[in-house]
């Protein structure tokens, strides 16, 4: 559906809902196209969001070495007196 803005001006409301609804909105000016209405995705609620993270954890997981920590990475650089090797 195309409307111009000034007409899209006195019907907002049913534009929004058609957005909503899927319909493809777009609003011109002049003849040309500049804006497309289009409804927003819903968010994750809790549970999506908690998978997501899981996700992410278990992939960070696989990528982890074994044996690496962080805190001791660089000790190969001192000698045991703690001072650079």
Do not use: N, W
Not at 11 to 26: F, N, S, Y
Not at 55 to 65: G, H, I, P, Q, T
């Amino acid at each position: 559906m195309r409307v111009s803005v000034s007409d899209a001006k006195g019907q907002l409301t049913e534009l929004v809902k058609r957005a909503e609804a899927g319909d493809e909105v777009i609003l011109t000016r002049r003849g040309h196209e500049v804006v497309r209405l289009v409804a927003m995705a819903a968010a994750p609620g809790l549970k999506g969001r908690r998978a997501l993270m899981e996700k992410v954890r278990a992939a960070a997981a696989s990528k982890a070495l074994p044996g690496a920590d962080a805190a001791h990475s660089q000790d190969f650089l001192y000698g045991d007196d703690g001072l650079p090797a």
